[in-house]
């Protein structure tokens, strides 16, 4: 399997790879809203819910059978460090949706997470190029610290967008907040216009 490399997003918005007010490192710091959830292989489940045709409910070797890539991608974080060139393997966010016969009413889509977490985008940036359910980073499992078994991935948006041990999508027809966004997090997200925080 190949590794397609969408380092280049940046260029989308008509920045510098590094962002504004970011700093490269080669660390990959650990940052929760709490400590790391505990999950069995065998009662795992993850489930695709709301405006949809087909509800999905797919125990861990049913996901992992799905189709799966690679990509390089870069990492931002909301706190101000990047880390570049990450090798993340995973399934399109768009095969979970396709599989999942999204509703044409759906605009929004909220992810849930084995911790409480929560975040949302809208459906759009969702379906682009790069948003991935990760299994693994640089060849390896997806260490539970950095949300093993499975994160999503955003690389076009800071790192709070991607919820870490994310166990539930749900599709729907108006846009709701997450955990960071209604305490002030921006809601936008995007490291390029340094939309950090948003207090609307």
């Known amino acids: 399997m190949g590794v397609e490399d969408v380092t280049a997003i940046h260029e989308e918005y008509g920045g510098e790879r590094l962002p504004p007010g970011q700093r490269r490192t080669?660390?990959?710091?650990?940052?929760?809203?709490s400590g790391t959830p505990r999950w069995e292989m065998d009662s795992w489940e993850f489930s695709v819910t709301g405006a949809v045709e087909n509800e999905l409910a797919l125990s861990w070797r049913e996901f992992t059978d799905l189709p799966q890539e690679t990509q390089r991608?870069?990492?931002h974080c909301v706190t101000g460090w990047s880390r570049f060139d990450n090798e993340f393997a995973g399934v399109p966010f768009r095969t979970v949706a396709e599989r999942a016969d999204v509703a044409d009413d759906a605009v929004h889509v909220l992810f849930e997470s084995l911790d409480g977490y929560s975040t949302n985008l809208p459906l759009d940036e969702c379906m682009r190029e790069g948003v991935l359910f990760a299994l693994e980073l640089d060849g390896q499992p997806l260490p539970s610290e950095h949300g093993g078994p499975l994160r999503v991935v955003t690389p076009h948006?800071?790192?709070?967008?991607?919820?870490?041990?994310?166990?539930?999508?749900?599709?729907?027809?108006?846009?709701?907040?997450?955990?960071?966004e209604?305490?002030?997090?921006?809601n936008a997200a995007n490291p390029w216009r340094e939309e950090r925080y948003s207090f609307l």
């Open 26 to 33: 080669e660390r990959f710091p650990v940052l929760s809203k």
């Open 182 to 186: 209604k305490r002030g997090y921006s």
């Open 157 to 180: 948006k800071y790192a709070y967008k991607g919820a870490k041990w994310v166990n539930a999508v749900k599709f729907l027809t108006e846009p709701k907040r997450g955990y960071w």
């Open 73 to 75: 991608q870069d990492f």
